[in-house]
């Protein structure tokens, strides 16, 4: 059974039970992806949550030359089109400001401290600004991944097929703009439809970054079977939309509060020997007060001994090549080669 089938089957099971559920709740139905009822069956609840889970803990014994920990900077080159699905011409202005401001300031401080980033741009956030992708690709250190075709939604598109051709435009357009087929994929929001996973395998994506199961590197599950997909997690702790998003309401926190959190995220991957990943977008990240943060952040890792900073797609490569991680996703009968299909 395909990976798309089994979906829309335990969809329609759950949709069925689900839907009275919702009504009382008053939480939003998004077409296509069932809810789990009060009264569901725990094999119920299991088959729900079954579509992607965290399989096998990927963090290889060390890192490159015997480094504590991998730190990987990611930036979501949103701009105009994480705010408003109307174009309105302010909130449009807040996003182009990453391009025109944002970006260049991060490019900047990455070119001082001479490490590498992944940049993961929406193809319609590159083709507003076109000089994005030759100003990132620059220095030849950094990573450009997909980040869907405009910033899309994906749970509420409700048909797989439009989604798997928005996907299929948008790795087209990144491979062309780059001249390299782009490895990393990080959904738009962060967010999968039931139809997400399927589609990156039959892509042929060597990993993901928008899942959040553990604060390490690991295997995606999916229906039990290992997938042969690295996640490489991220959270919302590490990521800058939550604390300076667009508010009027006076709840802004000061730069050097969310240092702090970042900085205690790092000392315990430092602690673990494991990965840091930081999320942020040039729009938000790259003003004036926050970047010099960012700047203090880069400096502080620097100063630790055995920090490697790698692009994801670097850290996603010595994972897979790590010797205890050869066979990912290659089981006999492992879901990898149904999803491909
Ligand atoms: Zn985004």
Avoid at 126 to 153: C, F, N, T
């Amino acid at each position: 059974m395909t990976f798309k089938t089994k979906s829309a089957v335990l969809a329609a099971v759950l949709s069925l039970v689900g839907s009275q559920c919702v009504a009382q709740s008053g939480a939003q139905k998004i077409p296509g992806v069932p809810t789990i009822p009060v009264d569901a069956t725990i094999d119920q609840a299991k088959q729900a949550v079954a579509v992607a889970r965290a399989g096998r803990k990927l963090t290889p014994k060390s890192w490159p030359n015997g480094a504590r920990v991998a730190v990987c900077l990611s930036f979501d080159v949103d701009n105009e089109y994480m705010a408003n699905k109307q174009p309105l011409p302010v909130p449009m202005s807040g996003g182009e400001y990453g391009a025109t401001t944002g970006l260049v300031r991060i490019l900047d401080l990455l070119d001082r401290q001479q490490i590498p980033a992944s940049f993961y741009i929406p193809a319609v956030s590159s083709a507003l600004h076109p000089d994005m992708i030759g100003q990132i690709l620059k220095s030849k250190r950094h990573e450009v991944g997909v980040h869907g075709w405009i910033h899309e939604y994906l749970p509420t598109i409700g048909d797989a097929a439009k989604e798997e051709q928005l996907l299929n435009q948008a790795i087209e357009y990144l491979t062309q703009a780059t001249g390299k087929r782009p490895v990393g994929y990080r959904a738009p929001s962060w967010a999968f439809s039931p139809n997400t996973l399927g589609q990156l395998i039959r892509a042929g994506f060597l990993y993901d970054s928008s899942m959040m199961a553990m604060d390490e590197p690991y295997e995606i599950d999916s229906d039990g079977k290992p997938t042969g997909l690295i996640e490489l997690p991220v959270t919302w702790i590490l990521d800058d939309y939550p604390y300076f998003g667009e508010t009027l309401d006076g709840s802004l926190p000061s730069p050097e509060s969310v240092y702090e959190v970042y900085k205690a995220e790092f000392d315990g991957a430092y602690q673990e020997k494991t990965i840091f990943i930081l999320t942020m977008h040039p729009h938000i990240s790259g003003h004036r007060s926050r970047i010099v943060q960012l700047d203090r952040l880069i400096t502080y890792m620097k100063s630790k001994p055995g920090v490697w900073f790698a692009t994801e797609e670097a850290v996603a490569n010595y994972v897979k090549n790590s010797s205890t991680t050869a066979e990912l996703g290659t089981g006999t009968g492992s879901a990898f080669e149904s999803l491909k299909k």
